[in-house]
């Protein structure tokens, strides 16, 4: 409380990231959601990476949306900012989390699964539920992958569940993954404010 009031007195804001709760998973209690949104400016809601440990959405419109009104229920929606992550997982089977699916030599996510698709026949179908890209594939050695990654199709919806209730508006996690249908799914649904 008391960083936040001297930060205004001197015409500073304060914005928090915060970690995304639901009502049926607490997993950060110590974020007194109610509180901190009191005392700043504007939060960003970190929407992605529900569980690593296993293959599936990371980041679903369905989960977003439940993470949106628990935290809405509690701040301000025009304080709260939705995050968004721009990237996808690749889960080989036997091992314990999935892999980012990070810029391969410079390439995006979804250059990477071009990638993937020419060297391992991957085919990626779109998730109607969660409104994300998925696909197996097995490499060369023999072991069986899973990928999970965000869409033209989900980007587009989270803008709009943004709109719809009232948000601040959305960020991004991270740049450098983005692609031209990322940012065009965003052009699409708001006008770019630089803070």
């Known amino acids: 409380k008391s960083l936040y009031s001297v930060l205004k007195t001197h015409g500073k804001s304060l914005n928090l990231s915060l970690p995304v709760k639901t009502e049926k998973n607490d997993w950060w209690p110590a974020y007194d959601y109610a509180t901190l949104g009191a005392n700043c400016d504007f939060v960003v809601l970190m929407a992605y990476d529900k569980d690593p440990s296993t293959p599936g959405p990371q980041s679903g419109i369905?989960?977003?949306?439940?993470?949106?009104?628990?935290?809405?229920?509690?701040?301000?929606?025009?304080?709260?900012?939705?995050?968004?992550?721009?990237?996808?997982?690749?889960?080989?089977?036997?091992?314990?989390?999935?892999?980012?699916?990070?810029?391969?030599?410079?390439?995006t996510y979804l250059l990477f699964a071009d990638e993937l698709s020419k060297e391992y026949g991957l085919k990626l179908n779109l998730d109607q539920k969660s409104g994300l890209l998925?696909?197996?594939?097995?490499?060369?050695d023999g072991v069986t992958?899973?990928?999970?990654?965000?869409?033209?199709?989900?980007?587009?919806?989270?803008?709009?569940?943004?709109?719809?209730?009232g948000l601040k508006g959305v960020a991004l996690w991270r740049l450098g993954f983005s692609t031209p249908s990322?940012?065009?799914?965003?052009?699409?649904?708001f006008q770019p404010i630089k803070y």
Do not use: C
């Not at 992958?145 to 209730?165: G, N, P, T």
């Not at 990322?182 to 649904?189: A, E, H, M, Y």
């Open 62 to 107: 369905d989960w977003v949306e439940e993470v949106v009104d628990y935290a809405i229920a509690r701040i301000p929606a025009e304080k709260v900012v939705l995050g968004i992550g721009n990237y996808g997982y690749d889960w080989a089977q036997g091992r314990r989390r999935g892999s980012v699916i990070p810029e391969n030599n410079g390439a």
């Open 134 to 140: 998925f696909g197996k594939y097995t490499d060369w």
């Open 145 to 165: 992958h899973e990928i999970w990654m965000e869409s033209q199709y989900s980007v587009d919806a989270k803008a709009k569940l943004a709109i719809r209730k």
């Open 182 to 189: 990322f940012w065009d799914s965003l052009l699409q649904n």
